[in-house]
């Protein structure tokens, strides 16, 4: 749930979630990736929607990297906001819905907003970020009541594989993400880019306990480790550690 006319400036309606769900991130080496892939088949069943995937993300910010800089400087107020799209995880097919999702965070109030794009994923992802054809993010926010400070560009796109499970016993949703990568940036915004895989991957626990189910806990000794990750911050600095 996004508050209407969210202005991180100023006042906001409180957000009144649901029962309260956690995030728990695992950094792992992406060497281990099929390792943790095959424990994890094994041990849990494939999710029933959408078990394996290729997930697709542009994420959009300001010339001056407002947004990124809202979360390295741990500010009051955060927003994030990225087209996404998925493919087939074998033959690399995009599908045909692409949606909009932004995510708030004003103190201890958190949002998040996701609407249908009309652009398809075979389009978006054959089109340069610099494009006039990428859609209006900042627009897009504005019609559903979300005011952002300054003009929101198409920055970097940012692709990896994802496979989804369940925790048998606390049905607890799983995510393992690898083969995390840039492939293509927007060259007003990044004068360079670098296409390598990421060196880490991530495993992502979503439930109602923050802490690591019993069943899960071999993971530790699999080479995973907990702490927080964000894909935007880890691949903006890879890219600009290639501009160096």
């Known amino acids: 749930m996004i508050p209407r006319r969210f202005d991180p400036r100023g006042d906001a309606p409180a957000v009144h979630a649901g029962p309260a769900e956690y995030e728990t991130k695992f950094v792992f080496g992406r060497e281990r990736a099929h390792v943790l892939r095959r424990w994890l088949e094994c041990r849990c069943p494939p999710h029933p929607v959408f078990p394996a995937s290729i997930v697709s993300s542009i994420y959009y910010d300001t010339r001056g990297w407002r947004s990124l800089g809202e979360k390295v ?20 097919e995009p599908e045909e819905a692409v949606q909009l999702e932004a995510k708030f965070k004003r103190g201890r109030e958190r949002g998040k907003l996701r609407v249908p794009v009309e652009v398809s994923g075979k389009v978006l992802s054959g089109l340069a970020l610099d494009s006039a054809e990428m859609p209006d993010v900042g627009g897009l926010l504005r019609a559903q009541g979300v005011d952002y400070p ?81 894909k935007y911050l ?7 550690d290639a501009m160096a």
């Open 73 to 92: 400087n741990s500010d009051l107020f955060k927003l994030k906001a990225r087209l996404r799209w998925y493919s087939d995880f074998e033959t690399k």
């Open 150 to 230: 300054g003009l929101l560009f198409p920055a970097f796109r940012i692709d990896y594989r994802r496979m989804r499970f369940l925790e048998p016993a606390t049905r607890a949703n799983l995510c393992l993400d690898y083969d995390i990568h840039v492939p293509c940036s927007n060259r007003r915004l990044v004068h360079r880019h670098d296409p390598r895989r990421l060196d880490q991957g991530v495993f992502e626990i979503k439930g109602r306990s923050a802490a690591l189910p019993p069943a899960l806990r071999p993971l530790v000794m699999l080479g995973c480790r907990k702490q927080s990750f964000s």
């Open 234 to 240: 880890a691949c903006y600095e890879r890219l600009t």
